[in-house]
């Protein structure tokens, strides 16, 4: 474990330690979610865009819980802390509550994002190394490819490897952690020839090395899955099942709220929050697209399963029934209903 991720675990046990929440009744997973969020109830919650959208909309002081937020980002950070349970809900794209009950850690997926036009705004393009005699996706037979198993990033190179009709064992996995600059870096640093680079990396990657010859590549796949999960240890305590049926409902307004008010997210959070320049701001806001909350979970799901399917084959791990055993369906109109109950401020 990271001094920095021992450190954020340390500060989330205690803060749940001292919050004086004892918990609620045992509730089955199958049983209809409980309405009622007894005083004193608390949520660890590790989402920091939605604990900022609901800052700026004024929403989060309207939360019926206590929240203890935690600036936690991606699927290796929030399983680490649901394993120290010190954390109730994550949030992620679909690979990381996969991986996770893989992994021994039984999660479920309590709510669910897509994006308007995901093909126009796709969340990652695939960077090329300076000197790399690759011009299109079908050339990277043979290729040093960056690859992280239990991240998005990592299905992503499968789906890419999948659409060109190429197989793992035809191009040589470099396996890393996509965090922070480790792509860019590596492909600056002739350690491998292409790598999925995300966010304001693709801006940076290009103003840093496009001058030696960096490029990127289009994938032309769907890549905006994003979700909230909670062990089921969580969704089994009454009180916290009740309180996260209402998180989710925030969270879906807030997701609207965010596509409604680009100016103000991009200096809010973007700038204000990740202290990225107003530049790099703008660019990550066009991007991100705008979010859209399905009314129901059958299409999210159907995509779920064939990634599933995918890394069962290629890694394989055993099968798993998406709709079964990693959503809990208790929460599939959960968000989308909430919009319906008064419009994003």
């Given amino acids: 474990m990271t001094p920095g991720l021992s450190l954020a675990l340390t500060c989330l046990l205690a803060a749940t330690a001292c919050s004086g929440d004892e918990g609620g009744e045992y509730l089955p997973l199958n049983a209809p979610l409980p309405e009622r969020i007894p005083e004193g109830t608390t949520l660890v919650v590790g989402d920091p865009r939605t604990q900022r959208a609901l800052e700026l909309s004024g929403e989060i002081d309207d939360l019926p819980f206590e929240v203890e937020w935690a600036n936690m980002f991606g699927g290796p950070q929030t399983s680490e802390a649901f394993r120290a349970e010190a954390l109730d809900v994550g949030a992620v794209a679909d690979i990381p509550p996969l991986h996770a009950r893989w992994t021994g850690l039984d999660v479920r997926v309590v709510a669910a994002s897509e994006r308007e036009a995901p093909l126009e705004h796709p ?30 990033q990592g299905a992503l190179v499968l789906r890419v490897l999948e659409s060109v009709g190429l197989e793992p064992e035809d191009v040589e996995l470099v396996e890393m952690t996509s965090v922070d600059d480790t792509y860019v870096n590596a492909l600056a640093s002739d350690q491998v020839d292409v790598a999925p680079l995300g966010d304001v990396l693709i801006r940076r990657y290009l103003d840093r090395y496009a001058r030696d010859g960096a490029t990127v590549l289009p994938h032309g796949l769907r890549d905006d899955p994003w979700h909230l999960y909670a062990p089921e240890s969580v969704l089994e305590d009454a009180d916290k099942a009740a309180a996260i049926r209402e998180l989710v409902r925030a969270w879906g307004r807030a997701q ?18 990740e202290g990225l320049s107003p530049e790099d701001a703008e660019h990550l806001v066009e991007r991100d697209g705008v979010s859209v909350i399905p009314e129901d979970w059958d299409e999210t799901i159907e995509r779920h399963q064939a990634t599933a399917d995918l890394l069962s084959r290629i890694q394989e791990w055993p099968s798993v029934d998406v709709r079964e055993e990693v959503y809990d369906t208790r929460f599939e109109t959960v968000a989308f209903e909430g919009l319906t109950e008064g419009d994003a401020r």
Avoid: M, N, T
């Fill in 123 to 152: 969340l990652y393009e695939i960077g090329i190394a300076p000197g790399a005699d690759i011009d299109d996706l079908s050339d990277i037979e043979g290729a040093r490819v960056a690859y992280s198993p239990g991240q998005a």
């Fill in 256 to 273: 609207v709220w965010i596509g409604e008010h680009p100016e103000e997210w991009a200096e809010g959070f973007y700038v204000d929050h």
